[in-house]
């Protein structure tokens, strides 16, 4: 495995894309309503990146054996557990939505992050999956000091997640990010404390669980090669922060103005 440290400059450059990131998603909270599009969605978000001077990370990114994925960001509806690509179907009252996005800057620093959106009244199913989610991210990042184990991250959330009825998407998971999109390590959100890459200031990388109301077995949606859906179609939600590892502790470096109330057992955004 080979983590790259950033320094100073590199903590810089990540704390501007990774700002950047949130405020995209800050510029297209007001829109996200009943009757909107996720191709809506991905123009409007297209547009904020573009006013930045920011590119996406997304548009045309083509790993080994996937077609190049077609929208500005990810946005992936009740079901769709990741991935979703952006269309003309329109989103209506109940409907939960993920909306995941990466930018670059100039300097070829990348900031992601993703949030959840509840459109019009929801059920209490829903409701209380996104929160739950959300609250398990943070308990995620709550793990993260020098000396932890990337374990300690995976054991806090799948602790939560299945104590609440909640299943934990296996096939995805956080990644270290800087002039990269994904570097190691990997950030499973499950696992067993003490074990795994012990974690040393510097490191960049996301805390992105996705948890299932039902079981969380997964499959592709057709043949676009991209969207993922939960097997027995349950509903399924997606948190996700950039977290610096500090000489202390922790720093979400994806919080901005929009961004939701941090849960009542946070104390502080960096410790």
């Known amino acids: 495995m080979s983590i790259t440290i950033k320094d100073a400059q590199g903590i810089a450059g990540m704390r501007e894309a990774c700002r950047l990131a949130s405020e995209v998603l800050d510029y297209i909270a007001p829109h996200i309503k009943p009757g909107i599009t996720t191709a809506e969605i991905d123009r409007l978000g297209a547009e904020c990146m573009a006013a930045q001077g ?7 990114y083509q790993p080994p054996g996937y077609p190049p994925y077609p929208g500005h960001l990810c946005t992936s509806v009740n079901h ?60 995620g990042i709550l793990q993260v000091k020098p000396g932890a184990r990337l374990g300690d991250i995976g054991h806090a959330i799948q602790k939560f997640a299945e104590g609440h009825g909640l299943s934990v998407v296996r096939e995805f998971c956080g990644h270290g990010i800087g002039q990269k999109f994904h570097e190691d390590p990997q950030v499973l959100h499950y696992g067993r404390p003490g074990t795994g890459e012990q974690l040393v200031p510097g490191m960049t990388f996301t805390i992105e669980p996705m948890l299932n109301l039902g079981r969380r077995d997964i499959k592709e949606l057709g043949n676009d090669g991209w969207t993922i859906i939960t097997k027995d179609r349950s509903l399924s939600a997606q948190w996700e922060h950039t977290v610096l590892v500090t000489d202390t502790g922790y720093d979400v470096l994806t919080l901005s103005a929009g961004s939701p109330p941090l849960p009542p057992f946070v104390t502080a955004t960096t410790t």
């Open 54 to 60: 920011t590119v996406s990370a997304t548009v045309g």
């Open 80 to 139: 769709v557990v990741c991935h979703g690509i952006p269309n003309d179907k329109p989103l209506k009252k109940g409907d939960i939505v993920n909306v995941d996005v990466t930018v670059i800057t100039k300097d070829g620093w990348y900031g992601d992050n993703s949030r959840m959106y509840l459109i019009g009244e929801c059920s209490i199913a829903a409701k209380r999956l996104s929160a739950l989610t959300f609250e398990a991210m943070w308990l």
